[in-house]
């Protein structure tokens, strides 16, 4: 009797282990979460990233996009958990402007826009009424105002800030024509212009090398760092924490260094 009891007492005791070994293997389970990104460096880095996380137990869904729009619209509507693609200024546009519930927690990658051309090899060299094309949304049009603003090429409004637009120009000594166009598909342009204005990550798409090939570059110590954003709601969930870990981890910092040559630089 005795030693049936004391049978079915190891076997109940061995259930309840199991069940518990069970419930803490679940709850320390991979956790997997959707990232969107644009092609080009914001993808390539994060299948590094991807690498990193899956060793802390998160297992990141790259999903690319080819513009600017639908990164931040997935996000909010929940068919993303993260992206990684914008600088902070186009961020807070998008939250004031479509009223997404979206937050910046971590700095990337910097990208210094370029002003390219395959009809001039100076700035100099640039005719009077030249063609300029430049970004048509807010914050990227502003900054690629700002560059030509800096090339001594025009004149802004003193208070036009980071989101100036071709209505701020007052002073535009070689009567250059600004031709807004969508970002991405501004590289397609430099046939029809005598120069534009390109953000690094369209420009290395179409085999552009900002350091090589722009005739003008940005100041790389800008306000124009990318972000990982979020929704606001999930600030504090566990994943969070390890997704930045993992894109500010040494191997991440090391890859951007040695592949991209200075055209893109790590953030933090």
């Known amino acids: 009797m005795q030693r049936r009891f004391m049978l079915k007492l190891a076997a109940a005791f061995g259930a309840a282990t199991l069940i518990a070994t069970a419930t803490a293997t679940a709850a320390h389970a991979d ?35 080819s513009d600017y729009v639908q990164p931040n619209a997935a996000l909010a509507g929940g ?54 094309a430049v970004p048509n949304d807010p914050t990227n049009g502003g900054r690629a105002l700002l560059l030509l603003q800096k090339q001594g090429l025009l004149k802004l409004r003193a208070d036009a800030g980071l989101k100036a637009t071709p209505l701020d120009v007052v002073d535009n000594p070689k009567k250059l024509k ?13 046939d029809d212009v005598d120069a534009a204005a390109i953000n690094t990550n369209f420009a290395m798409q179409a085999g552009l090398q900002p350091t090589r090939d722009a005739i ?9 760092v990318n972000v990982i954003a979020i929704r606001e709601a999930d600030r504090n969930k566990p994943w969070v924490a390890k997704l930045v870990a993992a894109y500010h981890s040494p191997e991440v910092k090391q890859y951007i260094a040695t592949t991209f040559g200075g055209a893109v630089i790590a953030g933090w």
């Open 31 to 65: 956790e997997t979460i959707k990232v969107g990104v644009t092609g080009g460096p914001h993808a390539q880095v994060m299948e590094v990233v991807k690498k990193v996380a899956a060793k802390n137990g998160l297992n990141i869904q790259i999903v690319e996009f």
């Open 79 to 132: 068919d993303l958990d993260a992206n990684s693609y914008q600088h902070d200024p186009y961020l807070e546009a998008q939250v004031k402007d479509r009223g997404y519930k979206l937050i910046r927690v971590a700095d990337t990658l910097t990208f210094p826009m370029g002003l390219y051309s395959k009809k001039v090899k100076s700035l100099a060299a640039l005719p009077v009424g030249a063609k300029i």
């Open 178 to 190: 600004l031709v807004e166009l969508d970002a991405a598909q501004i590289p397609r342009s430099l």
């Open 216 to 224: 003008a570059i940005e100041d790389p110590r800008g306000p124009y």
